[in-house]
């Protein structure tokens, strides 16, 4: 079995990228980043309540995963799971109406921000219990071996899932029924202020892979030609007899662990902040396609403009959607019929 690490290779292979595909991959980076941070204003406005966790730095992951699957494959992610919802292709609109708490929103507003559900993308949610997600990743893996389908299921997860049961518990099962789940661990080296040393006895993530005997390997979770190449090949495995991976996408965030803890500045240096920042995955496609002449900086421009406007239309829907109503409080709750 494959037990590898390729975090070390210098950039993605290129093969099979044209300029439909780079487009897209931009445009589904930037559209997440513009999200966020108007996501952020209209916290900061107090539009938006609850907690609020930021995926900006980590967009990589999501676009390059997505990239990788087919739209009929199932997400899961835990609560910094806006990114994860969007690229699986769910209105911007509604997304951010749920945040906002309003009838519109994916959720009817009662979800908010770490309860994102979206059943015509296939996106199984947000949840905000760390670790939980991870048992239900795999029963929809075995769903789909059930049914006989050859669909697959990127279930996203924290550094901070993997010391607890639940990670150990899914991996195992997946593993020994081979079921269709790629575990994508995003490692951005802290569980709110915890770093990795404090937290884990194995800080490579990927080689718990090993005790459960599946393919696992690391990737820099800022490339995203290299998550979605590695991603695919995990897909690939998936499809063909349901061999689940474990990904370990090495990743940063730029913000605070929430908007309670705007900049994380407490359990980090400034110079570590800064530096990670250098390696932003927009930045580093950006150049990538420039250079490899996929888009143009008209383009790049036509894209940023396009993303804006989708994002600023994504606002004022949600500010225009009235609140849910008394009424919806006794709506899609579980009761005895
Ligand atoms: C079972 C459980 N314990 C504790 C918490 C409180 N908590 C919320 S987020 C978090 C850190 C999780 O970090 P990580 O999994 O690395 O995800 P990241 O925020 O870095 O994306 C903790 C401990 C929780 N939500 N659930
Ligand atoms: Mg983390």
Redesign the pocket.
């Known amino acids: 079995m494959a037990q590898k690490t390729a975090i070390f290779q210098k950039s993605a292979p290129a093969a099979g990228i044209d300029p439909k595909l780079a487009r897209a991959l931009y445009a589904d980076m930037v559209l997440i980043r513009r999200f966020e941070e108007k996501a952020a204003e209209g916290y900061a406005l107090g539009k938006i309540g609850g907690f609020l966790?930021l995926y900006i730095g980590e967009e990589a992951v999501a676009v390059g995963a997505t990239s990788a699957m087919r739209p009929d494959d199932y997400a899961i992610a835990?609560?910094?799971e806006h990114g994860h919802c969007l690229a699986k292709g769910s209105d911007p609109k509604r997304v951010m109406a749920e945040l906002y708490g309003r009838i519109d929103g994916l959720s009817k507003g009662k979800g908010g921000s770490m309860h994102l559900f979206d059943k015509s993308v296939n996106f199984l949610g947000g949840h905000?219990?760390?670790?939980?997600h991870l048992p239900l990743a795999t029963g929809a893996g075995f769903s789909i071996k059930y049914r006989g389908g050859d669909q697959v299921v990127a279930c996203y997860?924290?550094?901070?899932?993997v010391p607890?049961g639940e990670f150990h518990e899914a991996m195992n099962l997946a593993a020994l029924w081979k079921l269709p789940v790629i575990f994508i661990c995003?490692n951005?080296r802290?569980?709110?202020g915890t770093s990795l040393e404090r937290a884990l006895a194995e800080t490579e993530i990927w080689k718990f892979g090993r005790a459960y005997n599946m393919p696992s390997e690391a990737v820099d979770g800022m490339d995203v030609l290299a998550i979605r190449d590695v991603i695919g090949q995990a897909v690939a495995r998936a499809r063909v007899d349901g061999t689940p991976s474990l990904i370990e996408a090495r990743t940063y965030?730029f913000r605070g662990?929430s908007m309670r803890d705007p900049a994380g500045a407490v359990y980090r240096t400034k110079e570590e902040v800064e530096r990670e920042k250098l390696r932003d995955p927009i930045a580093l496609f950006r150049d990538r396609a420039l250079k490899a002449g996929w888009l143009s900086e008209d383009d790049l421009r036509s894209i940023e403009k396009d993303v804006a406007d989708r994002v600023d239309e994504a606002v004022a829907f949600a500010d225009a959607s009235p609140e849910p109503p008394i009424e919806e409080l006794l709506t899609d709750i579980f009761k005895e019929s």
């Open positions: 966790h835990a609560y910094r905000a219990i760390v670790g939980a997860f924290g550094d901070g899932a607890e995003e951005n802290y569980a709110m965030r662990h």
